[in-house]
């Protein structure tokens, strides 16, 4: 009769173990993605559902209106597993984060497809880049591609020729002020007519 | 029947378990910290899109990880000992509020202190007082040049 009850706790402690470790072992979310790949450090195509939520409120309590407005970095709670998903990238390969196109969302519930990326050993979980985003039980998808036209509505004097990040006012004042090397125009003087 | 009780109670604790669990990941507390370390463009770091971490930093990457700063990428502080912390706010500013604060450090070498919260394996920084700056000590451009290599027009 012991013999049967340690077996029993025995069993018991090894479902435990395995529902645990079932739990805590990153999930597959690629089925029935249609991101696309790019051969990214630690690349994984993902597509899951999740609520859109201001990162610093979502940790801090410090909540402003409307997830801070565009002026904080966004993520999603992630539903099948309540995971902070950090948000870092949009689909536009124009140095372009992701919180335009997350914005519209704010405390909604949307479907994404895109990757998480990452396998660094200081950052323990993967960051993600949004390529496709609906409300959740809407069937269209919209392409997270937003930046650029946000930026042109926030910089209505950056006219000119060329990408945005050759006429952005901020970037070309810190350009100006420590050169493109950050170590100050005479260095970079020297630097380019000994590399040209 | 012994055996059931058993088997519902070893249930019990593991749901238990599972919840407290559940709890510590969804409300984290935040610990008041000092982070030494390089502030860096988080996106080119962690996915390699434009080579490997020791080119996507200093100033070989300064031109491009104020592109990412200005273009709402999350910049991050990478700690001396390879941690990378997401900075959430610096010195009571948004990080992508339109001003020149997240600009002016890019790439700088520093001393923050902040509110430091973890949650599912990421480090956040809320960065209250950049406690000193030693701006760029990363002198990295002459083993990478610059990256990426459209970065300073007059090379091209």
Redesign the interface.
């Known amino acids: 009769m012991m013999a049967m009850k340690n077996l029993a706790v025995l069993v018991v402690v090894a479902l435990g173990l395995v529902a645990f470790a079932g739990n805590a072992v990153a999930q597959d979310y690629s089925k029935g993605s249609n991101a696309k790949t790019f051969g990214l450090s630690g690349e994984q195509k993902a597509t899951f559902s999740g609520k859109v939520v201001d990162i610093h409120c979502e940790l801090s309590g410090d909540c402003p209106a409307n997830c801070g407005g565009g002026n904080r970095t966004l993520g999603i709670v992630r539903a099948s597993d309540n995971a902070l998903v950090m948000v870092s990238k949009s689909a536009q390969f124009e140095f372009n984060g992701a919180a335009d196109d997350l914005l519209p969302y704010c405390n909604k519930n949307v479907d994404v497809d895109g990757l998480l990326i990452g396998d660094d050993p200081g950052v323990k979980s993967k960051i993600y880049m949004v390529q496709l985003i609906r409300e959740t039980g809407q069937t269209d998808w919209e392409m997270a591609e937003l930046w650029t036209d946000a930026w042109k509505k926030r910089n209505p004097d950056s006219s000119g020729e060329g990408p945005w990040y050759r006429r952005d006012e901020r970037v070309a004042k810190q350009l100006k002020k420590e050169g493109y090397l950050g170590l100050g125009l005479d260095v970079d003087k020297k630097w380019i007519a000994e590399n040209q | 029947m012994?055996?059931l009780r058993?088997?519902v109670?070893?249930?019990a604790?593991?749901v238990w378990?599972?919840f407290q669990i559940?709890q510590l990941?969804?409300a984290?507390t935040?610990k008041i910290v000092e982070v030494k370390g390089e502030i860096i463009d988080?996106?080119c770091?962690?996915?390699?899109?434009m080579g490997g971490?020791d080119a996507v930093v200093g100033?070989?990457h300064?031109?491009?990880a104020?592109?990412?700063a200005?273009?709402?990428?999350?910049v991050g502080v990478?700690?001396e000992?390879?941690?990378?912390y997401?900075v959430?706010?610096v010195k009571g500013e948004?990080?992508?509020?339109?001003s020149?604060t997240i600009?002016?450090l890019?790439?700088d070498s520093i001393v923050a202190k902040g509110?430091h919260?973890i949650?599912?394996?990421?480090?956040?920084l809320?960065v209250a007082e950049v406690v000193s700056n030693a701006?760029?000590t990363n002198?990295n451009?002459d083993d990478f040049?610059?990256v990426p290599g459209f970065?300073?027009?007059?090379?091209n």
Not at chain 2, 81 to 84: A, F, L
């Open positions: 012994r055996c058993i088997l109670a070893g249930m604790v593991f378990f599972g559940a990941s969804a984290p935040a988080t996106w770091y962690l996915s390699g899109v971490p100033t070989a300064h031109t491009c104020l592109w990412c200005a273009g709402g990428i999350p990478k700690a000992d390879g941690t990378v997401m959430l706010k948004d990080p992508l509020a339109q020149d600009l002016e890019q790439s509110e919260y949650r599912d394996g990421i480090n956040y809320v701006g760029i002198k451009h040049g610059v970065a300073i027009p007059e090379l």
